[in-house]
């Protein structure tokens, strides 16, 4: 599976941002999926993703009641909605996929076997 993520840019802080990763080659059925972001000098960290099965979905605490995972099907994409934006969201954003983590292993990116290009989050203070 080929995954493409498109969306970031430059936003205030408060602001809102919508992160795509869409799926080429087939369905994200049966793949976990989530979305990574790594800082300048930090090392990637789990954000938000679904599991397997999709009926569960996973979030960092820093951004719980902020960040809302989704998914279209059809499309074969899933999305990431980034509300009340902070500075410290500021980060180059990965979706990644693997049909084989499991639960314990959600949150470690060395999991995943796919992963997007990245895209560019810039939140200003």
């Known amino acids: 599976v080929q995954l493409q993520a498109s969306g970031g840019g430059l936003v205030q802080a408060g602001g809102s941002l919508r992160l795509s990763c869409a799926a080429s080659g087939r369905t994200l059925s049966g793949y976990a999926v989530a979305w990574f972001r790594q800082a300048p000098g930090k090392e990637r960290e789990y954000v938000a993703g679904?599991?397997?099965?999709?009926?569960?979905?996973y979030y960092a605490d820093s951004v719980k009641g902020r960040f809302t995972i989704s998914r279209d099907n059809a499309k074969k994409t899933v999305y990431l909605q980034m509300n009340s934006l902070k500075p410290e969201d500021t980060a180059v954003y990965y979706c990644?996929?693997?049909?084989?983590?499991?639960?314990?292993?959600?949150?470690?990116?060395?999991?995943?076997?796919?992963w997007g290009q990245g895209t560019l989050v810039t939140v200003s203070s």
């Open positions: 990644a996929a693997d049909n084989s983590v499991i639960t314990s292993q959600y949150r470690d990116y060395a999991s995943y076997d796919y």
């Open positions: 679904y599991s397997r099965s999709g009926g569960h979905t």
